[in-house]
């Protein structure tokens, strides 16, 4: 689905000038001015302001106050991922462009931390602007209702640009890139693609030593050299945000490390932690001269450690789910004999977002985004039946990363959310014959699934390479496929990972470090298989096993005749010594799922103006406010499973 940005305000507000800087950004604009004015070309009409103010009130009794919206709405297409519209002046054009697509309003603004911020425009700014313009010439007036602007450019504002004092020239500069930057988080889908930019070398070598302190100071001044521009200024600015959850994830000093370890082996001490660390079973990095531990460096290394998982305290719940859902596998492939979709059941859930106390100032609107389940072949019917607040905002059914959004006003206390739902899922089991197995016919599929998707799914040399290495001559695309998920499930160990958004590109990590958890191998595993010419794709939400429910994501490969199939590769490399389980994996899934998720890196309904904390998935859920995104550290997500019965 396109997503609409519709940039909206007074005269003189700054409308134009941030929507050419999304043109230079590589995105479709449409200026609402320049559709009447080819309307008047049609017709053969003079483009006098006369004329055109004219047809404009001729074409809205014609065709209603949304006129000049239907005839923009005519030059979007599907194949358009992001278009922007510069000028709507009602709520009809609005209406209008809801129909089309994903729409979001962005009130131009001409504060450089304030960009397309979606409050309201300060007044005294825009007068400002008006005087000033008047003052320099402008052959507008700006006192109606119709801006100089809205039938294209003016040769005024080239000769005001021209003899305008160096001073008011830079400012100009600076506010564009402040507009540049807010539409690299406006428009998510391509906003992080700056990631595939490598950091200066400098700035790496001061974190790799620790000295983040450091690091920042030099990014803030490489900021301020008018040299640094496109995505190496996005990258750089990025990275003052990375830092600051690098050092979130890296947080624990060694007293901490060791009660957090203690949690595993209550019998652990000093010396048992420091033997872990040299022969490297515990994650760590220097900060600003300290060992500074992650904060899920514990179960990594009970998982690794052979000594430390002997004396690590049972874990008699997980046992206890790992039990049901190997029953239950054995249940679906006797059950799939007979058709492909099985053993459905019904799923009532309750997800709740807690914001806590005094984060954000009270009177100030807290927009909260909560994950939801998307309706397909897997997820046949989804239903809500509670939510809080009682007004909300429900993304379509098919979205890529399907929500359900809130607004609330901060009172200084904490704030909830939530909603209560069911939804039907069921498990897959497909007998797929090889020999029956043909390319990828859809043009469409093929062209979108084998593609790179910057900066996680990225062909680079070296992935190239082991592609070709594991594939080798295999032409059948479902045997290639066959090929990357065994490599993948024997190669590469499971372990928890820092937040997603402080990684440059998922795919190339796992295939240099060979480690990762759910997420990551899914990533590495579609990447090898796209490069492959075998189409794949995402899909993430929760593992709703009733004993202990969690995150977690997958993917999915295209063969024909049989469509989209289901790969988990962190559970097949989990049951890689049981052929039964490991082979049940590729292509098959149980059903404990929600799929929420059908996409890395897709935008919501409505689009979010801040950064992301997961800039790749969503299964946790989003939260902001005026002021900037809201990350982990600000609130807290819970999820309960109230029921879980099969239907039949």
Request: charged share 35%.
């Amino acid at each position: 689905m396109t997503v609409i940005l519709v940039i909206t305000g007074m005269p003189y507000s700054g409308k134009t000038e941030a929507a050419n800087v999304a043109a230079e950004r590589g995105i479709k604009v449409i200026n609402m001015g320049d559709v009447v004015r080819e309307e008047a070309r049609k017709r053969g009409l003079e483009e006098t302001r006369e004329t055109l103010e004219k047809l404009m009130r001729e074409l809205r009794k014609t065709m209603g106050m949304g006129a000049v919206a239907k005839l923009c709405c005519e030059r979007i297409s599907e194949e358009d991922k992001l278009v922007v519209i510069d000028g709507a002046r009602n709520l009809e054009e609005i209406g209008e462009f809801n129909k089309k697509g994903i729409t979001a309003l962005g009130h131009s603004r001409l504060a450089e931390d304030k960009v397309l911020a979606g409050v309201e425009k300060r007044e005294k700014g825009r007068r400002e602007n008006v005087a000033r313009i008047r003052q320099e010439g402008h052959s507008g007036t700006g006192s109606g209702a119709w801006e100089p602007h809205s039938f294209g450019g003016c040769d005024d504002c080239e000769r005001r640009n021209a003899r305008r004092p160096p001073a008011k020239n830079e400012l100009r500069a600076q506010r564009r890139g402040a507009i540049s930057r807010k539409l690299a988080v406006y428009f998510f889908v391509g906003g992080y693609e700056f990631m595939v930019v490598q950091l200066p070398d400098e700035v790496r070598r001061l974190e790799n030593c620790g000295k983040f302190s450091l690091a920042k100071k030099l990014v803030e001044k490489m900021l301020k050299d008018e040299r640094v521009e496109g995505l190496l200024r996005l990258r750089l600015e990025w990275e003052l945000e990375r830092i600051r959850r690098v050092l979130f994830d890296f947080r624990l000093s060694k007293k901490e490390a060791l009660e957090e370890l203690r949690k595993y082996v209550p019998d652990a001490d000093e010396s048992d932690l420091e033997r872990w660390t040299e022969e490297g079973y515990a994650e760590w990095r220097l900060v600003e001269g300290e060992i500074r531990y992650f904060r899920r460096f514990a179960p990594n290394l009970v998982r690794n450690c052979e000594e430390a998982r002997k004396r690590a305290k049972k874990d008699e719940k997980r046992e206890k789910a790992r039990r049901l859902l190997l029953e239950r596998i054995d249940q679906i492939i006797r059950e799939g004999a007979r058709e492909r979709f099985v053993l459905p059941v019904k799923n009532r859930v309750r997800m709740k977002i807690t914001v806590r106390e005094g984060v954000v100032p009270e009177g100030e609107k807290v927009r909260c985004w909560i994950p939801l389940p998307r309706v397909d072949e897997l997820q046949p019917e989804v239903r809500v039946l509670a939510a809080y607040p009682s007004e909300y905002v429900i993304a379509p059914e098919d979205a890529p990363q399907r929500t359900i959004y809130f607004e609330r006003e901060a009172t200084g206390e904490g704030l909830e959310f939530w909603v209560e739902y069911e939804y039907v899922v069921r498990a897959s089991f497909a007998r797929v014959d090889p020999k029956k197995v043909e390319e990828c016919q859809d043009e469409k599929i093929y062209g979108t699934y084998t593609a790179e998707q910057l900066p996680h799914i990225a062909f680079t040399p070296y992935l190239r390479k082991l592609a070709e290495r594991i594939v080798g001559n295999e032409k059948n695309p479902y045997l290639k496929a066959k090929r990357i998920y065994d490599w993948v499930t024997t190669h590469v160990r499971y372990a928890l990972v820092p937040e997603y958004s402080t990684f440059e590109c998922i795919s190339d990590y796992v295939a240099r470090n060979l480690r990762g958890d759910c997420g990551f191998f899914a990533l590495l595993f579609i990447t090898l298989c796209r490069i492959s010419g075998v189409p794949a794709r995402w899909q993430s939400g929760w593992y709703m096993n009733p004993v202990s429910p969690g995150p977690h994501d997958w993917a999915q490969f295209y063969v024909e005749p049989y469509g989209w199939l289901y790969a988990d590769l962190s559970f097949g490399s989990r049951y890689k010594a049981v052929e039964k389980y490991h082979s049940f994996y590729f292509g098959n899934i149980d059903h404990f799922r929600l799929a929420a998720n059908v996409d890395i890196c897709s935008e919501f309904t409505p689009p979010k103006l801040h950064w992301r904390s997961d800039n790749v998935d969503n299964q946790r859920g989003e939260v902001e406010w005026r002021g900037g995104n809201l990350y982990y550290d600000t609130w807290d997500y819970e999820l309960k499973l109230l029921e879980h019965r099969f239907l039949r």
